[in-house]
């Protein structure tokens, strides 16, 4: 075999890389289980509190030595596989930058009647309607002004130069919608900004790209109202002046001298030497850095972690400098209150927003912000900017300009000539972006702020800095809570899942191909392997669906090796050597491994560029899959049976056992010849579920219709119709209750205030549906689904999707079926030449996609509903691939058969493409069936609809490879076969 030892050596470096990876999951691992047992007390019980404090304490400290490489427990939190939000718990948010305030704020908050009635109107619009806010408003304003312009509006003093009298309504819409696009990038940076320092693992903050929304994720979180506080808090830009060193240091010194005698008093003490040769007592327990300090030492650089005094001086002009890894400690002592009365009320320390590298360190400076009276009201406030932009100074280094108006140019005036010489901090959300040295007086509002700034870093400041200029506060559009326990029953349903499913296809594939099937497994471990390992690699979170990626990949990937298998098994029936039998088996079948493999990837491709949440997760898992599954089923198999096979026909490796030796040898089914009949029964089913659709409806999800849902958990058995019934009065008949996985576990869907994205609504709705459930029941509502008792419900998880979001996602997973079918035609016209291909494949498919809706009709009319949502989406996509890669086998067969047709005529062809290669197809259709049936029966209620579309959609896309896809291409060459029969006729 050539190549070989590349193969081996890819092996070995992958399989390193992902141990590497992975070990930082262990280690991770072990952390948590030794905060838990810090903070669980002699009977029992966890601590949460202690718990997090212990992991607060070593967010910065070293946790991992790998070969003399040092890690702190938060970069192995970065590193490490982490788990989604449906798999430990957390918060799933969607923001909105509202535009409205944009338009008004740029109008100077015009008074206009028509410009005002224009706002509310299209801030009416805007709650069902896809169309930007600002075209809305522009068409509402153009109704209500009758030949009035923008300008009229919009050319105020605070907009000089940018907007005129002479300017027209496109430029002026053009200058709405760029800071609208610029409100969304400052809210993402100060969201961003504020998620980095909240303290959970792994959270995910990215842009939804031409939507202007802003998608979180926070694993973990258990306190929402704090999370919905943090997000859409409006930010507040500030101007302080900066104390010097020398007018704060006898603060320093009276807590460096509290915190030494604390230490005193806490520790021992032992006999020492000092460098005078006098003996005197000493802590024996205390660093070197501690004695110097508790002997009145000054200086220091660092600090220890516990006791020594937390304000160290800076050799610099002027500030305090730590390392990051010390400002933890440095926080909890600030919030002592013993340490609090040491400090004057008009004196507040902030941290910088950012840490800076200087020899190797990383270190974040401490600044004194003077506040007369102790009060929060800034000299200067960031309303008065009217402008800020990134530009290059007098020495072509970036810089930022920034404009004030009248009322701000005069105070920045008084306030630049009192601080000459001294810093002015420029902070938002309690955090220093810059402190600034002034230089001179500023007599205009015109400012230039320099210093040593990338292009990138003079950019987000002047984004800051425009944050006080127009307020664009942000709001929820789209909510999911998932609670702990909710978390937990989700994963052990996904790790069962994996393993009833490997272990069964396993098991099947020794029982069929002996050694082979060993060879096989080896490849399917390898591949799982590489799945967990890359994914560690990439830092993306496993989910849920991810796991059903995975179980899925499990039983596609059985598929590579099948068709290699049966390749064999046919030299070797044809009377080849072995070894010659298995360097044709892997030849022959490398094209059509490799094209079911593109396809199927293409779709996942799709699927990670147009999908949301959870889809993502999916393709992400099924792209890498599909991946490492081609690299372990062609490339590692081979290693491995060329090695088995190295004694030559005396090699004691087989592909056959006696209960399969001679299945599905010598087929001769004329398939072809019963094409009407499937089409007849492929388009009466079709007609009979599309008819049960219309007339009694699909059942859309949350994430179609907009609403919002409520995991709701007892601790006995609730009949849904009973709450419903109940709710309904609550709620105006909006209401829909049923099971959720067990008759425990109820899911409420409402779209009772589906247009309301406030606070209020959110706390209406809630709190309509505990009230209500309550009266039904008799039950209380308790907060924590581990105190239910029979007494008591609990809401277990949330989520709450705006009306505007859903159209989104609709539209997205439209999008998304359209590439997929694209895509998959032209990669097919591409491998086969023939148009008749690509047009066969796209029917079918779309045939199997009707069959999948009629399916999920005909069930929810006997009494089965499924709700058709973005998993559904993922389920159809994944379908649309499987079948896919179905009929690209048979047609690299009858492409193969073609190309040594001799006097073969071309429907035989076709027809002996089919039964040649019935064993791979129905081989790789049972065992990825019995992966799909081991997912629907124990992957839980939320891959329901997801693994019974997988059901039906394996079963069918078999059927339409064998008896819709060939017959339809046999159909469009209606022509050449005519010919070849002519032809014949002429012979004859």
């Known amino acids: 075999m050539q190549n070989k030892g590349i193969i081996v050596f890819l092996t070995v470096v992958v399989t390193a890389l992902c141990l590497y990876y992975l070990s930082f999951t262990y280690v991770s691992s072990n952390v948590q289980k030794d905060a838990v047992a810090y903070a669980t007390d002699a009977s029992g019980n966890l601590d949460y509190a202690k718990k997090q404090s212990y992991l607060d304490s070593i967010w910065r400290e070293p946790v991992y030595n790998f070969l003399g490489l040092e890690y702190t427990f938060k970069e192995v939190k970065e590193t490490e596989l982490g788990l989604g939000l449906d798999l430990q718990g957390g918060m799933h948010v969607t923001l909105a930058v509202s535009p409205v305030e944009i338009v008004k704020g740029l109008a100077g908050n015009s008074q206009n009647e028509a410009f005002n009635a224009s706002v509310e109107e299209a801030e009416e619009q805007s709650k069902t309607s896809n169309e930007k806010f600002v075209d809305l408003f522009y068409t509402s304003w153009k109704d209500k002004s009758g030949d009035k312009q923008l300008n009229t509006i919009y050319a105020t003093a605070a907009n000089r130069g940018r907007i005129s009298l002479e300017s027209s309504d496109s430029e002026i819409l053009e200058i709405i919608d760029n800071e609208i696009e610029n409100a969304i990038e400052r809210s993402f940076n100060i969201l961003r900004t504020r998620i980095d320092r909240f303290g959970t693992s792994q959270p995910n903050i990215q842009r939804i790209q031409g939507t202007g929304r802003i998608q979180i994720e926070l694993p973990g979180v258990d306190n929402q109202e704090r999370v919905r506080n943090l997000l859409q808090g409006v930010a507040k830009l500030q101007f302080w002046r900066v104390a010097e060193i020398n007018e704060y240091q006898g603060v320093l010194q009276s807590i460096n001298s509290a915190l030494v005698a604390e230490a005193r008093a806490k520790k021992g003490t032992v006999e020492t030497t000092t460098e005078e040769g006098e003996v005197v007592e000493a802590d024996s327990t205390l660093t070197d850095l501690e004695r110097q300090l508790a002997d009145g030492g000054e200086g220091a650089d660092s600090l220890s972690s516990e006791v020594s005094p937390l304000f160290s001086l800076l050799k610099a002009n002027y500030g305090l400098v730590y390392e990051v890894k010390d400002t933890i400690a440095i926080n909890r002592i600030l919030k002592r209150d013993d340490i609090k009365s040491l400090i004057p009320r008009d004196l507040t320390f902030m941290w910088s927003v950012k840490p800076r590298e200087a020899d190797d360190l990383e270190l974040l400076e401490l600044h004194a912000i003077e506040t007369p009276r102790g009060t929060d009201q800034a000299p200067l406030e960031g309303d008065v900017i009217t ?6 100074d007098q020495s072509s280094n970036p810089a930022v300009s920034m404009s004030m108006n ?47 700034f990338t292009m990138e870093e003079a950019k987000d400041l002047a984004n800051i800095l425009k944050s006080g200029t127009l307020p664009a506060p942000t709001k929820i559009v789209e909510e999911a809570i998932i609670g702990p326990t909710l978390g937990k029953e989700a994963q052990a349903q996904g790790v069962n899942s994996m393993v009833a499913g490997l272990a069964i ?28 390992g890359i994914l560690a690699q990439l830092g993306t979170a496993l989910t849920l669906p991810g796991i059903a990626g995975i179980v899925l990949t499990i039983g ?70 599909i991946a490492s599954s081609f690299f372990s089923a062609v490339f590692i198999t081979r290693v491995i049976v060329y090695w088995l096979s190295k004694k030559g026909e005396q090699s004691k490796i087989s592909f056959a056992t006696p209960f399969s030796k001679n299945m599905f040898s010598n087929l001769n089914i004329d398939f072809l010849g019963k094409r009407k009949v499937a089409y007849l029964i492929s388009s009466g089913i079709i007609i009979v579920g599309l008819a049960f659709a219309v007339i009694n409806g699909l059942k859309f999800g ?111 997973s439209m999008e998304a079926m359209f590439f997929a079918l694209v895509a998959i035609f032209l990669y097919i016209l591409l491998r086969f030449r023939k148009w008749q ?6 029917i079918a498919l779309i ?142």
């Open 387 to 392: 402008d800020a932009k990134q530009v290059l």
């Open 406 to 452: 009248a009322d701000g140019a005069r105070k920045w005036r008084k306030m630049t000539s009192e601080n000459i010489g001294r810093r002015i901090a420029v902070v938002l959300d309690n955090y220093v972006y810059t402190a600034p040295n002034i230089i001179g007086e500023i007599p205009n509002g015109q400012s230039e702020i320099t210093g040593n």
């Open 505 to 532: 296809v396993v098991l099947f594939m020794i029982a069929y191909y002996a050694k082979g099937g060993f060879v096989a497994t080896a490849a399917l471990i390898f591949n799982i392997f590489f799945i967990l």
């Open 556 to 625: 596609m990937s059985i598929d590579a090796n099948v068709l290699i298998f049966e390749r064999i098994k046919e030299e070797l029936a044809a009377g080849a050597g072995l070894l010659q039998a298995i360097n044709s088996g892997y030849n022959k079948a490398f094209s059509a491994i490799l094209d079911s493999n593109v396809t199927t990837f293409l779709t996942g491709a799709i699927l990670y560029a147009l999908g949301q949440g959870p889809v993502k997760g999916f393709a992400i898992v099924l792209m890498i899959g």
């Open 702 to 812: 949350v994430d179609f219709t907009g609403g919002r849902s409520y995991i709701v958990e007892f601790s006995q058995p609730v009949v849904p119709s009973d709450l419903k019934t109940g709710l309904d009065k609550a709620l105006d008949g909006s209401v829909e209750a049923k099971t959720y996985g067990a008759n425990n576990v109820i899911k409420v869907t409402t779209s009772y205030l589906i247009n309301e994205d406030s606070d209020e609504a959110n706390s209406e709705v809630e709190t309509k549906i505990r009230e209500g459930i309550a009266q039904v029941t008799g039950l209380a509502y308790v907060d924590d689904a581990t105190q239910l008792s029979d007494s008591s419900f609990a809401i277990t998880g949330s989520s709450k999707v705006g009306a505007t979001v859903a159209d989104d996602i609709k539209n997205s």
């Open 837 to 842: 291909y690509s047009l066969a494949s796209i």
């Open 847 to 988: 045939h199997d996609t009707l069959f999948v809706v009629a399916a999920f009709a005909i069930a929810s009319a006997f009494g089965a509903t499924f709700e058709i949502d973005q998993v559904f989406i993922a389920a159809v996509l994944t379908v649309i691939g499987y079948s896919i890669n179905d009929t690209v086998i048979v047609f690299d067969r009858i492409r193969e058969n073609v190309a040594n047709r001799g006097t073969s005529k071309l429907v035989k062809m076709f027809n002996d493409a089919i039964n040649q290669t019935m064993a791979r197809t129905l081989i790789t259709s049972f065992t990825t069936l019995i992966v799909v049936i081991v997912l629907l029966i124990f992957g839980g209620e939320v891959l329901r609809g997801f693994s019974f579309a997988l059901f039906i959609g394996v079963l069918i896309g078999t059927y339409s490879s064998i008896y819709i896809a060939t017959p339809i291409v046999v159909d469009l060459m209606k022509k050449e076969i005519e010919q070849e029969k002519e032809e014949a006729k002429k012979l004859a």
